[in-house]
Structure formats: C-alpha cells, structure tokens
C-alpha cells in the first residue's frame, strides 16, 4: 500500500490505542487462568499472533468485539504442534518458556525477520537441560518440560526471554529463581510483566540481580489493557509540530517504558544537546529521530539493539532521513542525527516492512509532502492509523490497497 501525505495539521481529540506491550501480557496471563475477560484489545497481527499461538497451545477464546474471553491454556489437550509467530518477537519470546512446559515437540515458525532475531539467551540457557532447543533459518523446534530451579541468564538483552520465563515458571511445581549475569536493561518492560503478572495473583520479587518466583495458580480476572505509549508517541510528536491533538486513555504514573516520550520529545525541541538513552524505549526511536530531524539534532545512546528490530532501525532511518536532507550518523552504541534543514524529499520514502518506520515517516510528512510506499507495515501494531489521522484532518489518500 502507498500513502500520499500532504502538508497539514493534526487537530482534534483521539483515543490511545491499546497498549501491545501490554495486551500480550495480559492475554497470556489470562489464558493461564481458568477464565478471564481482558477488555480494550486491539487486533493489530502481533495480537493476532499471540493469540493463535495460545489458540494452538490448548487456550479457550472467544472474540467479542474488543473483549476476549480466555483461559484453560494448561487444562487442554495442544491443538497444533506447529505455530505460526508471525513477525511478532514478543509472541515468539513469551510463547517459547510457556510450550516448553509441555513434553510435546512444538515447531515455532516466523515470517519477515523474525526467526533472524537472536535467541541465543534461550539457546544457551535451555542446551544445559534436559530439554529440546533446536534454532535453524525455518524454524525453533522445542520439547519440554521445564521445571522449577535457577536459571541463569543475560540481562542486557531484549527484557522479553525474562518475561517469558516468569509467565512459565509459576506453572511448574516448586520455586525459581532467575539469576541475571549482566546489567538489567528495559526494566520498565520488566515492571509491566510483573504488575500485570499481580493482577492476576502471581507475586516475583527482585532484589540485587534475582528474580524469586513462587509456584502459583494464575486467578481469574477481569482486566482492562491501558492505552499505548509507544504509539501514542507519533500524536504527541504531531502535537510539537504545530498540531492540536488531545490524547484519551493513557494512564498516568504507566510501567510502560516509552511513557518518557513526552519528556524525551521536549528536551529535543529545547535543544539542549542532551544524550537520551533509548536502552528501555527502543520503539520510540524511529519517531525521535524524526524529532531531531525538525528541531536541529540530537544524540541517543543505548542504541544497539535498533539493529535487530523488524527492520534495522538505523540503516532504514538514515536511509529515509536522507531523502529529507539530514545526516545521521551510527556510532558503536549511539546515534547523531545532525543538525540540518528539512527539504521535501523528490523520491518515494519506504516502510521497510516496519510500522515504527511508517509513523516516523508519516509524522515528517505532514511538514514537508511524501510518498510513503510499504505502508500496509503499519498493521502490525495499529492496523487503523491512518484512517484515525483522516479524522485529525490530517491529508492522507492512500492507493494500491
């Protein structure tokens, strides 16, 4: 699909999507209970994703609007033996520790990149067990079960191997405990887990690099997924723009680590020369590039896993930032995005199959024009976007649907 933007102003009053971060978690946590109601979901392909795997893994579901009904996930005989993670790496990552609770074969398969982005802490930590983790180019091929004990694992890679096991390791019959050999980065995605994780009756405690996690029954629950942050983030960057768009739904003091983009997206307008770190917002990288792109640079460190989202967020955005005239130079762990003046860009900008790169793109070509070609990547997080920046009278004709 191919979306053509022309200059103009967001103006109106918009609901924050749903939160995907937190709609994972909240919908595994409910299909590890007997029955619960998880409200105000959004079925973006990665929460389609996380639900057919649940679907696959033994979960009753049932679809009513924005209300999912689910539970039963350990109760049931697996209804496939071959799921389908998409392109969603928090499927992928939260899916693994729970299939491997079964001592049944289970074949994971991704599309676009996914099954390129690293699982090594997996790898390594589950090759010491007597269990099945087998990784090539097609697929992860897993057979449990997983018990209690001490896992031993990274901490300064994606948050989302810890969360999966501390979703899994309440099922199994004794404590654990996950012992972390490096740094914690992404805390706040940790923080979210272990609050929805409460909700639904499950306590974890961390203390000096330790994660303590008691064995538990996962309650019932009715529960409602807050509004997204991470998306959320485009309105807020419209808003320091010249737009006018008052955003509904976000919760205040939110565990959502891109919850910092207000703050963020302010120190770039002031211009202050301040290095933001990007280590527990990654998603909102691509959209305060394009910030420091309209207020005359920036610097952002904590970048290195930029590289192995669904797209390589650096390499697309100094690709696109060219087409607008600014500069953007990669460092070992940090990113420049010089000081320059933004021209309309005389050659089509591209999606690069990445809905942060569609929004970042869509967010400067309200400034200056574009062409943005790919854009149907937006469907993996906010299938309707651009029909929402119609209604802020945003000029948007899209083409090739």
């Known amino acids: 699909m191919t ?9 109106g009053i918009i609901s924050a999507p749903p939160s995907k971060s937190a709609a994972h978690r909240a919908l595994i946590c409910g299909a590890l209970s007997e029955k619960s109601v998880i409200k105000n979901i959004a079925y973006s392909e990665d929460i389609k994703a996380t639900l057919r795997a649940l679907r696959a893994l033994g979960a009753e579901i049932e679809e009513k609007g924005e209300e ?10 697996i209804r496939s033996a071959e799921i389908n993670c998409s392109e969603s790496g928090s499927t992928l990552r939260f899916i693994i520790p729970i299939a491997m609770l079964f001592d049944k074969k289970i074949t994971l398969t991704g599309e676009g990149r996914l099954l390129k982005r690293p699982q090594d802490v997996f ?12 990784q090539n180019e097609n697929n992860i091929v897993l057979k449990g079960p997983i018990k209690s004990g001490n896992y031993r694992l990274r901490g300064d890679v994606s948050s989302q191997f810890i969360s999966g096991l501390l979703f899994s390791l309440p099922n ?12 914690l980065e992404s805390s706040p995605y940790i923080d979210l887990t272990r ?7 499950i306590e974890t405690d961390y203390s000096d690099g330790v994660f303590s996690v008691k064995s538990g029954k996962f309650q019932n629950r009715e529960f409602v997924v807050e509004g997204d942050y991470s998306n959320a983030a485009v309105y807020f960057l419209l808003n320091e723009i010249g737009g006018e ?10 565990s959502q680590g891109d919850s910092v983009c207000k703050e963020y997206l302010r120190k770039l307008k002031e211009n202050k020369n301040e290095p933001l770190d990007l280590s527990d917002c990654p998603d909102l990288a691509p959209v305060l590039f394009a910030a420091a792109a309209v207020f005359g640079g920036g610097k952002f460190v904590g970048t290195k896993r930029l590289k192995i989202k669904e797209s390589d967020r650096i390499a697309t955005m100094r690709e696109e930032l060219k087409k607008f005239g600014i500069n953007l130079i990669e460092e070992e762990n940090s990113v420049i995005v010089e000081k320059g003046t933004l021209k309309a860009p005389t050659q089509p900008l591209y999606g690069h199959n990445d809905h942060r790169i569609v929004m970042a793109m869509t967010a400067l070509s309200t400034i200056t024009g574009g062409e943005i070609r790919g854009a149907e990547a937006i469907a993996k997080s906010y299938p309707d976007f651009f029909e ?6 945003v000029s948007i004709e899209e083409k090739g649907l």
């Open 195 to 201: 609050e929805i994780l409460r909700e639904f009756g």
């Open 172 to 183: 199994t019959k004794g404590n654990s405990e996950i012992e972390l050999t490096t740094a």
């Open 123 to 134: 790898k390594e930590l589950f090759e010491k067990m007597p269990v099945t983790f087998k």
């Open 245 to 254: 768009v008052d955003v509904k739904g976000l919760k205040e003091n939110s």
């Open 68 to 77: 999912v009904i689910i539970g039963g996930l350990l109760k049931n005989d």
């Open 388 to 393: 929402k920046l119609k209604m802020l009278s």
């Open 3 to 11: 979306v053509v933007i022309k200059p103009s102003k967001a103006k």
